[in-house]
């Protein structure tokens, strides 16, 4: 969608000539209405029960790309913003970078459905929002618009969102805000931060791929803190000493679970070659001085992952662009800033010893 210099607005390649006194008698956004098409679609599926469901809690500003509203409401104030965005109300959000994770999470719905029609063990997609309710119409006419399956939404209207995602007993929260991901993070709730690629690569519309940093993301930080007290010569002969010993869990192994349990309903349907899921380990461990403990961590918890990748302090941008994962799970931002470089939706996990005392944000 644009607005170019002749006035003339674009949406979905279709042109619609600026509205004045000479021209026809209906306004431009009664012709947006009949191009976004903003009425609910009919025949969707049936929602899970929270209690059933694998739900992701994803913010708009993570869903969709609303740099320009959001720069409103820091420069200008809440109600223009809210002026501004009711006034626009009929114009679609265009995808952010949690988008074609979503549209993974529902493809694979959609095989679930097919193969387990009575069962509710699925993805619960839940739009968790601080915006006004007045900025509800603009939402659900962009859901619509991109015929994504999102029933469940909270709009709170600046207050906090933790409340709502433990009422929804969400396995997931992703958003742009730091300090909501902090906050649900303290509450034992699996989150982070999404950023946006400048540029980013083309994913799978098939086969949803979700890849993890270890320490500090599945595992705790336990072995990340011997190497920023000791060194890496320690770190070596901790992990050695204790490679029968599994790790404690850190903030996404709860997500990996999930993510297991589903893959295990395809497996039992003889599609463990074909899955539309596919879990990654990308660990900046290596494999023969420290890789043991992490694989066998796994298989303590009875879970499996499809790809581990050791990288040995290598970088990990350049894996990930090959993988092309949906999303990428990292504690340091050092690797999030690397892997966005390249094109791939990274998140920060602000958990354990590498997390700065301050942070500017």
Not at 44 to 51: F, G, H, L, T, Y
Not at 128 to 143: D, E, K, S
Not at 192 to 197: C, L, N, R, V
Not at 271 to 297: E, F, H, N, W
Request: contains cysteine.
């Amino acid at each position: 969608m644009s607005l170019n210099n002749g006035q003339t607005l674009t949406i979905n390649g279709q042109d619609l000539t600026r509205y004045d006194s000479c021209s026809s008698s209906r306004a431009p956004w009664e012709d947006a209405r009949v191009v976004l098409k903003p009425s609910t679609p009919t025949r969707k599926p049936k929602p899970p029960k929270p209690q059933n469901a694998i739900t992701i809690a994803v913010s708009s500003r993570v869903l969709f790309n609303m740099e320009k509203e959001q720069q409103i409401y820091e420069q200008q104030g809440m109600e223009d913003y809210i002026k501004y965005q009711v006034a626009h109300e009929t114009e679609p959000f265009s995808p952010g970078p949690a988008f074609s994770f979503v549209k993974a999470l529902e493809a694979v719905n959609t095989q679930l459905r097919e193969l387990y029609p009575e069962s509710e063990e699925l993805f619960d997609v839940v739009l968790m929002t601080n915006n006004h309710a007045y900025v509800g119409l603009r939402l659900i006419n962009t859901i619509n618009h991109h015929q994504l399956f999102i029933e469940r939404f909270c709009m709170t209207g600046g207050n906090s969102p933790i409340g709502y995602l433990k009422a929804y007993h969400t396995n997931l929260y992703l958003s742009a805000d730091p300090l909501k991901v902090r906050e649900a993070l303290e509450e034992g709730i699996a989150a982070a931060t999404m950023f946006t690629p400048e540029k980013m690569k083309e994913v799978s519309e098939t086969q949803l791929r979700v890849a993890f940093d270890g320490d500090a993301v599945l595992f705790s930080d336990e072995s990340e803190r011997i190497y920023k007290a000791h060194g890496l010569d320690k770190f070596f002969e901790h992990e050695k000493a204790h490679e029968n010993k599994p790790l404690d869990h850190g903030p996404l192994k709860g997500f990996l679970e999930a993510l297991g349990k589903l893959q295990k309903k395809f497996y039992g349907k003889g599609q463990r070659m074909d899955c539309p899921i596919r879990t990654y380990l990308v660990t900046a461990r290596s494999a023969a001085s420290s890789g043991t403990r992490a694989l066998k961590t796994l298989r303590s918890w009875g879970l499996e992952i499809d790809e581990a990748l050791f990288l040995a302090g290598a970088p990990k941008g350049p894996m990930l662009e090959k993988i092309r994962p949906h999303i990428f799970f990292d504690d340091q931002m050092f690797h999030v800033e690397g892997a966005a470089e390249m094109g791939t939706v990274a998140c920060h996990v602000p958990y354990g010893v590498a997390q700065r005392v301050t942070e500017k944000e």
